[in-house]
């Protein structure tokens, strides 16, 4: 068995460990990275990329049959499945590409292929043929789509996301588990598409929402153009030739329909099973998930830091190369080990409209021991650069901290909302106060101008001073 020694061993070659191997190097340890499967990012092979790609097409789809509201009337529309499908995996293999020459261009000599586990809290075994002495090592393995027992072992008809994005063709139908980000965005591509659709969730949530009033109106935008059946459980599923035949419960009653798919997309799972982690010497959640500083990425006070989708703390790309930049960082310095930049949080779903959420949400800012916070909303029903564009639906809420007048957050579905909530990201990490923000420039007619209608009712209900009465007791607009 072949033996190194080194500084720093990360384990997993995807965003997070990507970053962190740099980090790590910059700080003139030496460093190996460890990966068992393909190179080329989840991002880029299974995730943001192609999901993008499939929406793209989708969106086009869309606006040849909203034309003729605008009173342009395009001739019959034809979707060709397997031009759709090949442009998605063209392009994603163009980013994948651009992954892999960066993974191609490291030294050979720090890189390791094969499974790590751990044998002590300094010694890593990658499958039969390597033994690593790390002196310090970073955990970023990543996620994986989370199955759900229900649908095991029934046939080639149940996929994964991951499974998406290899098709050769549109399909005729397809069940999507999960109202979640991934299987929204999916779920509203294939049924723009012509895919015949049908959402299904165990609960009522939608996205990343938390906020009341922003969950109803987004249940109501999505379900006047996707057909989601909330509060659905999943009986049983049977492949059945090519269709996959299955049984849900709403409302105590059967409903048994066929589909060509059925699409898992309730969450990911860390892939912390299998890495031997009862040898590491550090202390687990009941997840199994290592206890970790997020200030630091360090597990405990040991030589061991976890970053990326791993942790399972911000899901998204870009809080898994802030990960791996501080992991790699204190990695490669330690014992010096320094808190480093974490950024408001900002999540966004790319349906139509965007789901959006960014700094602290309506449930964190509820919980117990938070200071009280004010509310400020806009529909997007009557406003007008959004009528403009026929995109006029959705709702914005901001937060405001009654004591300093600062802004804590937002959520939205909202047209145009990736936009919005970078602007509004950017204000909470700025720490800037409610009236800082309506003081800044605002063009015309713009869709930003429904962020300063709800900046000013913020302000507004600001003014009015604390109060003990729930801002949701009342219902909107009274």
């Known amino acids: 068995m072949k033996k190194l020694k080194v500084d720093v061993a990360v384990i997993g070659a995807g965003t997070a460990g990507l970053v962190a191997y740099r980090a790590a190097k910059a700080q003139g340890a030496r460093t190996v990275l460890i990966e068992r499967g393909v190179y080329g990012t989840t991002c880029a092979r299974v995730g943001c990329m192609p999901s993008k790609l499939l929406i793209a097409a989708a969106e086009a789809a869309h606006m040849l049959q909203l034309a003729p509201q605008f009173g342009v009337h395009p001739g019959t529309t034809r979707i060709d499945g397997v031009a759709v499908m090949e442009r998605v995996r063209r392009e994603r293999d163009r980013f994948v590409g651009f992954v892999v020459e960066g993974v191609d261009a490291m030294p050979d000599e720090d890189k390791v292929r094969g499974h790590a586990r751990f044998v002590d809290p300094h010694t890593l075994q990658v499958d039969d043929h390597t033994e690593i002495d790390a002196r310090r090592i970073v955990i970023a393995t990543g996620s994986s789509p989370t199955r759900l027992p229900t649908l095991e072992n029934v046939g080639s008809g149940v996929i994964t996301s991951d499974e998406v994005f290899y098709w050769n063709d549109l399909p005729r139908s397809v069940a999507v588990i999960g109202t979640g980000v991934i299987g929204l965005e999916l779920g509203q591509a294939l049924a723009r598409l012509g895919v015949r659709t049908r959402v299904y969730a165990r609960g009522g949530s939608v996205a990343q929402l938390s906020d009341p009033v922003v969950l109803k109106t987004a249940s109501r935008v999505l379900c006047e153009e996707l057909d989601i059946h909330f509060q659905s459980r999943i009986l049983k599923a049977e492949q059945d030739g090519d269709d996959v035949v299955l049984t849900t419960g709403r409302h105590d009653e059967a409903i048994t329909e066929r589909f060509q798919y059925v699409l898992q997309a309730a969450g990911r799972t860390p892939n912390v099973h299998g890495l031997g982690l009862e040898h590491a010497g ?197």
């Open 282 to 478: 550090i202390a687990l959640d009941d997840s199994g998930v290592p206890v970790f500083d997020p200030r630091t990425m360090q597990c405990g006070n040991s030589h061991i830091f976890i970053a990326g989708d791993a942790n399972q703390e911000r899901p998204v790309l870009p809080e898994a190369a802030d990960h791996g930049k501080i992991a790699g960082d204190n990695a490669g310095r330690f014992p010096d080990i320094r808190p480093g930049l974490r950024r408001a949080p900002l999540t966004a779903a790319f349906t139509e409209p965007n789901i959006v959420t960014l700094g602290a949400s309506y449930k964190a800012l509820c919980a117990p021991g938070k200071s009280k916070f004010a509310v400020g909303q806009v529909s997007f029903e009557n406003q007008g650069r959004s009528r403009v564009m026929l995109q006029n639906k959705g709702m914005l809420r901001v937060y405001g901290e009654y004591r300093t007048g600062r802004f804590l957050g937002a959520e939205m579905v909202a047209p145009r909302g990736e936009h919005i909530g970078h602007l509004l990201a950017w204000a909470v990490q700025s720490r800037l106060t409610v009236d800082q923000m309506l003081e800044m420039p605002f063009y015309h007619p713009v869709i930003e101008e429904g962020v300063r209608t709800a900046l000013r009712d913020l302000a507004a209900n600001l003014a009015k001073g604390e109060s003990d009465i729930d801002p949701d007791s009342v219902e909107p607009g009274t």
